[in-house]
């Protein structure tokens, strides 16, 4: 049972633990009851008007955690509309959908809350949750945390019973999202690798509507998770794809995670196109578009990615703006900044651009396949890494994840942040400037080194680029030693 006291899988941009843990059945009927409660705080509705879509994804435990979930909001007296098993991406549409009168007739949709734990490896699990067609950042979910805390210290009987209704919104969607890409993938072959997750319910069948031939990979919702683990992020989880993409001469491949709001895009020599050079892609077409209008977009990105990205938008007319690393931070700069289009290095890609903002892993991977197929048109041997020449300039290496215990992930970056500042060639390299926007962005004259907390997992993640790979490594050698004198000396004083 979750104790009363025990809040830990409340995070920044989300609900997310280990089942059995700090996420189970009773939590979830509390924090159906609490979120109704901040719906109610912030709208001004009466349980009976207000109406959530409820979703989940292939996780084991996922369909009892919405069935309790849904419990905790009708026995607040209001209503839900259940998704079932779809991509969170579907979860997020919902708010934009138009449903049929016999489903909600004359009736708006509230919020959205879908169960879910991403990427993560099975025992966890997790809710991602919005209230009028955007994410609650880190203050709202505090706010629900509060309510839930609150409605545990009450009396569970409740007279009150609010609805629940079925609804299958795959087609609507795929209509939608297909009507914007009329026939584009005619003479393009994709691989689609859904990682037994849920994009299979989807992707698959939406490209084909593109017109694309479609190779699939593992399309079939499993929360065992029997091929491989769904994060296309991590580089050992995409060797399936990248050797289908090579036999099969694919234009390219397309990489889900668990829950299709992440993609991985592996270009047709079997190459994964990291999320900085993926956004950069999206970007430098977008900014043409939009100079034709006489436009200059915001483009917002985040702490990990390489500085090449931010440089080449301003160069070639955009807005290039830094962001904390987490949907939630990425989706509230943009808000804040009017920017059209988002992305991360983890595959979170976000368009307001003949779009509603949300990242939707699926209708990224249908821009991919209309920027490969409008430029084979002139050119039939054109590649989508064609597009990456910028970046030759600099060597990235792969992201670094250094275990680090939560409950000292703090003090550890603040010694970190000590020595750093007591020492300006620390790294044997002037530091030219420390971004502090989300843990530290050391900046040297031929790169920059990086360290921040991650939101999700008890890790450091870090990130280094250079002119080239000696230095690149050198940077990182000297990160990690820091570190790792900094977590023994945490320790060590966490141990008196």
Aim: glycine share 8%; proline share 4%.
């Amino acid at each position: 049972m979750i104790k009363t006291s025990d809040f830990s899988a409340f995070g920044k941009n989300d609900i997310r633990g280990i089942y059995g843990e700090n996420i189970n059945e009773e939590l979830f009927y509390y924090v159906g009851k609490g979120f109704v409660k901040y719906i109610e705080e912030k709208s001004g509705l009466k349980p009976k008007d207000i109406w959530i879509t409820l979703s989940r994804d292939a996780r084991l435990h996922s369909e009892c955690l919405a069935k309790v979930l849904t419990k905790g909001i009708v026995h607040s007296g209001a209503n839900v509309i259940n998704l079932d098993l779809v991509p969170t991406p579907l979860g997020y549409y919902s708010e934009f959908a138009s449903y049929p009168d016999d489903i909600c007739k004359d009736i708006k949709i509230s919020a959205a809350l879908i169960v879910t734990a991403s990427h993560n490896p099975p025992e966890y699990n997790g809710l991602k949750m919005t209230f009028n067609k955007a994410s609650l950042n880190e203050e709202e979910i505090k706010l629900v945390k509060k309510y839930t805390s609150e409605e545990m210290s009450v009396d569970i009987s409740s007279t009150k019973h609010g609805e629940s209704r079925l609804y299958n919104i795959v087609p609507q969607y795929i209509n939608t999202v297909a009507s914007k890409f009329p026939f584009i993938g005619k003479g393009i072959k994709v691989v689609v690798d859904s990682a037994n997750g849920t994009a299979g319910v989807v992707a698959p069948q939406l490209y084909r509507e593109l017109g694309c031939e479609v190779i699939e990979l593992y399309s079939q919702p499993d929360g065992n998770f029997p091929n491989h683990h769904p994060n296309p992020s991590d580089l050992s989880t995409l060797e399936d794809i990248k050797k289908t993409v090579v036999e099969t001469k694919a234009d390219l491949g397309i990489a889900f995670d668990g829950d299709s709001d992440r993609l991985g895009v592996i270009d047709s020599d079997g190459n994964a196109i990291p999320g900085d050079k993926l956004l950069y892609i999206y970007a430098q077409y977008l900014i043409k578009d939009l100079a034709l209008r006489g436009e200059k977009p915001v483009i917002v990105s985040e702490v990990k990615c390489s500085q090449v990205l931010f440089d080449e938008i301003n160069k070639q007319g955009g807005i290039a703006i830094m962001a904390k690393t987490g949907h939630g931070y990425i989706k509230s700069k943009m808000k804040e900044t009017g920017a059209i289009l988002a992305g991360e290095m983890s595959g979170h890609m976000f368009f307001k651009d003949r779009y509603y903002g949300f990242d939707d892993a699926l209708y990224a991977g249908c821009r991919a396949i209309e920027i490969i197929a409008k430029n084979k048109v002139n050119n039939p041997d054109f590649h989508i890494s064609d597009l990456l020449t910028p970046f030759d300039s600099v060597y990235t290496l792969n992201e670094v994840r250094h275990d680090c215990k939560n409950e000292l992930k703090k003090a550890v970056l603040k010694e970190v942040t000590d020595k750093i500042n007591s020492d300006n060639y620390i790294f044997g390299t002037k530091i030219n400037n420390i971004v502090t926007l989300d843990g530290l962005r050391i900046i040297f004259s031929d790169g920059f080194a990086l360290i921040r907390q991650s939101n999700t997992e008890p890790v450091f993640t870090l990130r280094f680029e250079a002119k080239t790979k000696k230095k690149a490594l050198h940077y990182k050698n000297i990160l990690i030693s820091i570190l790792d004198e900094s977590i023994k000396k945490v320790s060590e004083c966490e141990e008196k």
